[in-house]
């Protein structure tokens, strides 16, 4: 550990410009001051006070050592608050990741709450697709992350906890001749051209919506594919299909979309939040954040299944 005691003997004098002041300031006696105090001066090879017999005043030297001085020993008093702080998790960096989807659900609540909570904690976000999620964790670019996937399909080798269950919503054109009815049936639409996202963002989603099809009698019709659920809905309202989003997606107010649920299937979309474990302290405190608003309130109203 570097010795500070020369500078806060230094400090001390420089405020009082009294050595006699300063030592009993200090809890010391006068001479071990002065020497102190001339011992540093040699070490910088400057003279840090102008000294008579009635008067000590600092030199430019002094007064320029004096600002640093200061700003090094807050910063050293700190020093053990801000260490015990980052590893309790209360400060610190953190690098998120997170779907599209989850930013229309209850991802703004949570990250509002946490940096109200823990202001020194910086949150770095970005929005990346499982499969990129995955490559940034492997590259240890990302400290957690919200993913996509379905139903008890997290991604294995992770700490996991499922945040948001939530059913799948058929969007389509508001032109289309089904956009009138208020729901569907799964046969009403199962021959519509499909817009989705390409399987290997998120293979389980992508092998549930086939698997719905195929477990109707029907096969998909891809007519396009898209990465982000954004452009998806901006594909559909451009008239080149219809697609499966998760239920919150339905915040996105895109015009020419509708928004409509389906009888006679079974689809949903699980979010999870990932982390590598063990987790750090401040990855734990926004795990146990998010867990403690995200427990089995958070799945969305059931839809009328058939």
Do not use: C
Not at 57 to 70: F, S
Not at 88 to 113: H, K, T
Not at 215 to 235: C, D, H, K, S, Y
């Amino acid at each position: 550990m570097i010795d500070l005691r020369p500078l806060r003997q230094f400090v001390a004098v420089a405020e009082e410009l009294h050595f006699g002041r300063a030592a009993r300031r200090l809890h010391m006696t006068q001479p071990p001051l002065t020497q102190a105090v001339q011992a540093l001066e040699r070490e910088l090879e400057v003279a840090l006070f102008l000294r008579t017999k009635r008067s000590v005043a600092l030199t430019p030297a002094g007064e320029a050592l004096l600002d640093q001085a200061r700003r090094l020993l807050r910063a050293a008093d700190a020093l053990p608050a801000a260490v015990r702080a980052a590893a309790a998790g209360r400060s610190g960096l953190l690098r998120l990741a997170f779907v599209s989807s989850i930013a229309y659900g209850p991802l703004p609540e949570w990250l509002r709450g946490f940096r109200q909570a823990h202001r020194e904690v910086d949150v770095q976000l970005r929005e990346a697709t499982l499969d990129v999620q995955l490559a940034a964790f492997a590259a240890e670019e990302i400290d957690a992350g919200f993913v996509l996937h379905a139903p008890d399909a997290a991604p294995p080798g992770f700490g996991a906890r499922t945040v948001l269950t939530e059913p799948m919503q058929l969007v389509l054109p508001a032109a289309h001749p089904l956009a009138a009815r208020r729901t569907l049936r799964f046969a009403d639409a199962a021959a519509e051209p499909l817009v989705i996202f390409p399987r290997q963002i998120t293979p389980s989603l992508f092998d549930a919506v086939v698997a719905a099809y195929r477990g109707a009698g029907f096969t998909p019709r891809i007519a396009q594919e898209a990465i982000q659920m954004q452009t998806i809905v901006n594909l559909v309202s451009g008239g080149m299909g219809v697609a499966w989003v998760p239920q919150s997606l339905s915040q996105l107010q895109r015009p020419g979309v509708v928004y409509r649920a389906v009888q006679g299937v079974r689809l949903e979309a699980q979010t999870s939040l990932l982390w590598p474990e063990p987790a750090p302290p401040v990855v734990q405190r926004f795990v146990d954040h998010v867990m403690g608003d995200a427990p089995a309130q958070r799945q969305s109203p059931p839809l009328p299944w058939s």
